[in-house]
């Protein structure tokens, strides 16, 4: 049963342009969200979080914004550079002390910004 | 480098055989989580261990198995290997369990003929 949901297997803009990926969940005990991105024959790294208690988080270039109602977070990447070319993957984790703790993934979106 | 060390990168072996992959957290983190990638899947929650304790279950086969050490790291054990358990397996830790960010490692890609 697959909790955490990327319905877009891959999303292709321009340099310089908005790249904007989705994930929807269907488990609301999921309080904790990431992003990680991944590069072939790499390990996942770690990109940008945010907690169900805010709607927004910023980091330089990228965003995440979370719709606890509908379920859904989305990574927006301004600009989107060539390097950005990658797999994300979008993971949610459920509250401390649960035995839920480890993170769900999505199946990842790849992401390809051409010149 | 996210501080995470896997080894080996690559395994090659036959069925039947037993493999054992390790990892080593990055420095203060005491949860080691294990996850495996095929092809045809996302990364697969395997299971987790705490500061020596195991935590959390996910998927994992009756064939495989693991363990945390006194100095953290950790081993994930495969066993009667089929060609099914191919896949790349990555290992992640966290200061704590729960909610928070896990770093993950390079990753060892195991490869059953």
């Known amino acids: 049963d697959q909790q955490v949901k990327q319905n877009s297997p891959s999303l292709s803009v321009q340099e310089g342009r908005i790249s904007i990926l989705n994930c929807d969940y269907t488990n609301s005990m999921f309080d904790y969200f990431l992003w990680y991105k991944k590069y072939p024959a790499e390990g996942p790294t770690f990109l940008i979080s945010?907690?169900?208690?805010?709607d927004k988080n910023e980091d330089g270039r990228f965003t995440v914004f979370l719709n606890k109602s509908a379920k859904h977070l989305s990574l927006h990447i301004v600009p989107s550079q060539p390097g950005d070319s990658a797999v994300y993957f979008c993971?949610?984790?459920?509250?401390?002390?649960?035995?839920?703790?480890?993170?769900?993934f999505g199946r990842g979106t790849q992401l390809t910004v051409w010149p | 480098d996210s501080g995470v060390t896997q080894t080996p990168k690559h395994l090659i072996t036959a069925t039947g055989q037993r493999v054992t992959l390790r990892c080593s957290p990055r420095?203060?983190?005491?949860?080691v989580y294990w996850y495996q990638q095929s092809l045809d899947q996302g990364l697969q929650f395997l299971i987790q261990?705490?500061?020596?304790?195991?935590?959390a279950k996910g998927n994992i086969l009756e064939r495989f198995s693991a363990q945390q050490f006194p100095d953290l790291h950790s081993e994930l054990n495969l066993s009667s290997l089929e060609l099914g358990d191919s896949a790349l397996y990555f290992c992640?830790?966290?200061?704590?369990?729960?909610?928070?960010?896990?770093?993950f490692g390079p990753g060892t890609r195991l490869l059953v003929l």
């Open positions: 261990y705490y500061n020596g304790e195991e935590r």
């Open positions: 992640a830790s966290s200061v704590g369990t729960g909610a928070e960010t896990q770093y």
């Open positions: 993971a949610a984790s459920a509250p401390r002390g649960s035995t839920l703790g480890r993170l769900y």
């Open positions: 420095s203060g983190d005491l949860s």
């Open positions: 945010i907690s169900s208690i805010k």
